[in-house]
Antibody, heavy 119, light 108 residues
Framework: QVQLQESGPGLVKPSETLSLTCTVS??????????WSWIRQPPGKGLEWIGY???????NYNPSLKSRVTISVDTSKNQFSLKLSSVTAADTAVYYC???????????WGQGTLVTVSS | SSELTQDPAVSVALGQTVRITCQGD??????ASWYQQKPGQAPVLVIY???IRPSGIPDRFSGSNSGNTASLTITGAQAEDEADYYC???????????FGGGTKLTVL
């Protein structure tokens, strides 16, 4: 059974960089069959795709966030990570790491981690 | 704003059939996937590709597509089906994936 677990600070100050890591168990980030993704959900609102990374290191980001987002992968630790720079209160959300199939089905989700942007 | 449009709320009587719809131009080219989200929990994939249910998803859930509209049908809705439902698909406007705004399903 594939499991994903987010980790990182729950509180980030405005203008700083949000950093989260997703640890994958029961599967490999080196698999060529999946895209390793980040999705967020502001409190009481809907889902927003942030971006994904392929095992090769190629990435694709939401155009609305592209200038601030970096997703990387560490195959030796079976982890992938998210960095979002210059955060504001609008970036307060539950952040999920997710495995996506090549047909775009988001089949395994982490439990999510709430990140609050506040001074 | 979402490039996929969903009704904000839908209700269904216990045991009856309900259809939740998702509209968008990308659905003319790509299948939708559907996710169920209960309060305080991560979304769960319930339907993907043409009409495939992941292991463990009851067969009362089914999906269909017609033109620019994808539908999730729950045949014989149960109390535990009360949740938010989101659709997503690939998109041709620069984002690989887009989500609908979600539909809150109430089982009466």
């Amino acid at each position: 059974q594939v499991q994903l677990q987010e980790s990182g600070p729950g509180l980030v100050k405005p203008s700083e960089t949000l950093s989260l890591t997703c640890t994958v168990s029961g599967g490999s980030v080196s698999s060529g069959s999946y895209y390793w993704s980040w999705i967020r959900q502001p409190p009481g609102k809907g889902l927003e795709w942030i971006g994904y990374i392929y095992y090769s290191g190629s990435t694709n980001y939401n155009p609305s966030l592209k200038s601030r987002v970096t997703i990387s992968v560490d195959t030796s630790k079976n982890q992938f990570s998210l960095k979002l720079s210059s955060v504001t209160a609008a970036d307060t959300a539950v952040y999920y790491c997710v495995r996506a199939t090549v047909v775009g089905a988001l089949d395994y989700w982490g439990q999510g981690t709430l990140v609050t942007v506040s001074s | 704003s979402s490039e996929l449009t969903q009704d904000p709320a839908v209700s269904v009587a216990l045991g009856q059939t309900v259809r939740i719809t998702c509209q968008g131009d990308s659905l003319r080219s790509y299948y939708a996937s559907w996710y169920q989200q209960k309060p305080g929990q991560a979304p769960v994939l319930v339907i993907y590709d043409k009409n495939i249910r992941p292991s463990g998803i009851p067969d009362r859930f089914s999906g269909s597509n017609s033109g620019n509209t994808a539908s999730l049908t729950i045949t014989g809705a149960q109390a535990e089906d009360e949740a938010d439902y989101y659709c997503n698909s690939r998109d041709s406007s620069g984002k690989p994936w887009v989500f609908g705004g979600g539909t809150k399903l109430t089982v009466l």
